[in-house]
């Protein structure tokens, strides 16, 4: 089955700065890789996601990055904010529906 | 307004007693999952459903036992809690031809 690797588990930045959450994935039928956050005692929400024939896809302080060929995905967050403060996961699918996901990040953006 | 709901919200059971984790949605969607999530954050998928009559195990093996008699209700069992099964469970949906997952807000559960 799908393995999923993230990178780090625990990321501190100040605010204003960027982060970087790295992910590897191992089933090369992946197709679709999302990324959720979760914030403290809340649920998962997507916020970003890419599928297998696009390269690099943004949405204003978020981008996600995708190598096919060495099976790994980034999540970039710019000019973080203290609400970006969150766990994030990345996750990785197939056609079959069923979504492997990293063990996650816990990013705190320091005021 | 189209969510997915779970309850209880929070559980606290001795061992051997029989619990049922509530779960439902009004998004119309087809496929419904459970997760567990460990203290250490980590997603670990337990079941998943395609439709009505349609259910599976997931990745990490669970004493959990589902059903899916209607596509809005996803319920999940345990015959007889014990103190290994203290974890959140998250329920989930997705629309048919997509990926995309909504998550329920979760239950809690402790087991003494």
């Known amino acids: 089955g799908e393995n999923v690797e993230q990178h780090p588990s625990t990321l501190s930045v100040q605010e204003g700065d960027s982060a970087v959450i790295k992910c590897t994935y191992s089933d090369s039928a992946s197709n679709y890789f999302p990324w959720y956050k979760q914030e403290l005692g809340k649920r998962p929400q997507l916020i970003i996601d890419i599928r297998s024939n696009v390269g690099e896809k943004k949405d204003q302080r978020i981008a996600v990055t995708l190598n096919k060929t060495a099976k790994h995905f980034s999540l970039h967050i710019t000019e973080t904010q203290p609400e970006d403060s969150a766990v994030y996961f990345c996750?990785?699918?197939?056609?079959?529906?069923?979504?492997?996901f990293g063990k996650g990040t816990l990013l705190t953006v320091n005021p | 307004e189209a969510d997915i709901y779970q309850t209880p919200r929070y559980l606290v059971i001795g061992t051997g007693k029989k619990i049922t984790l509530e779960c439902s949605q009004t998004m119309g969607h087809d496929k419904m999952y459970w997760y567990q999530q460990d203290p250490g954050m980590e997603l670990h998928l337990i079941h998943y459903s395609y439709g009505v009559n349609s259910t599976e195990k997931g990745d990490l093996s669970s004493e959990s036992t589902v059903s899916r008699i209607r596509t809005e209700h996803f319920p999940l069992t345990l015959e007889s809690a014990r103190p290994s099964h203290t974890s959140q469970y998250l329920c989930?949906?997705?629309?048919?031809?997509?990926?995309?997952?909504?998550f329920g807000s979760g239950t809690q559960l402790s087991v003494l």
């Open positions: 989930a949906s997705s629309a048919t031809s997509a990926e995309k997952l909504f």
């Open positions: 996750a990785a699918g197939g056609s079959n529906y069923k979504l492997t």
